[in-house]
Each structure stands twice: as structure tokens, then as C-alpha cells.
Nanobody, 119 residues
Framework: QVQLVQSGGGLVQAGGSLRLSCAAS????????MGWYRRAPGKDREFLAQ????????YYADSVKGRFTISRDSAKNTVYLQMNSLKPEDTAVYYC????????????WGQGTQVTVSS
């Protein structure tokens, strides 16, 4: 079992930055994949970014490429999402997720954190 606890988020003006954190416990991450998703009101859940724990390879959705950066701290078992140049359309509840490997579905989820970008 993997427990994920998120922190960060909040209210920011358009053009600003925020960093989200997601600390994993219950199992040392090794071959896992860690990802970030978001859900905006009235919209489906959207994949944002993934990092493979074993080799730090990253993947991004086109909507956030160049603005968001996913990273990890192995010593802290923590994954981050640095969000720059935020836009009002980035307003959503953000979730981190963990999968047993890049070939597995995400089946562990954080509690979600609200990000609101004002214009």
C-alpha cells in the first residue's frame, strides 16, 4: 500500500507560480511511476505529468508542457509539481497518483488540493 499526502496549492494571480508536493509513505518508491492529474469543474480528469521513479524520465500533457515541471526527491519519497505562468484555466483540484510501475494503472491517489488562478 502507498499513502499519498499532498500539500501546496492555493490562490495565485495569473502569471504566478505555485509548487505542489506529494509525499508517499507505506512503501519505498523504486519502480513506481508518479503522476499529477487535475479536475476542473464540469470537466473530466486530465493527465498532466508523469515521472518514472527508476530513471526520472518525464512525460507531460501538451497543455502544460513548458510551464509545469515534475520532479522527485528520492530521499524524501516526494514528488513535486512546479507550476509557472499559471492561467485562469489552470484552476482545478490537483491530484497526485502512484502506480506500481509505468506499465500499471494509477491506483493510489492523494487527497487533492485546490489551485485557483485569478485573472
Amino acid at each position: 500500500q502507498v499513502q499519498l499526502v499532498q500539500s501546496g496549492g492555493g490562490l495565485v494571480q495569473a502569471g504566478g507560480s505555485l509548487r505542489l508536493s506529494c509525499a508517499a509513505s507505506g512503501r519505498t518508491l523504486s519502480s513506481h511511476a508518479m503522476g499529477w492529474y487535475r479536475r476542473a469543474p464540469g470537466k473530466d480528469r486530465e493527465f498532466l505529468a508523469q515521472i518514472n521513479w527508476s530513471d526520472s524520465r518525464t512525460y507531460y500533457a501538451d497543455s502544460v508542457k513548458g510551464r509545469f515541471t515534475i520532479s522527485r526527491d528520492s530521499a524524501k519519497n516526494t514528488v513535486y509539481l512546479q507550476m509557472n505562468s499559471l492561467k485562469p484555466e489552470d484552476t482545478a483540484v490537483y491530484y497526485c497518483a502512484a502506480a506500481l510501475s509505468p506499465n500499471h494503472a494509477y491506483n493510489y491517489w492523494g487527497q487533492g488540493t485546490q489551485v485557483t488562478v485569478s485573472s
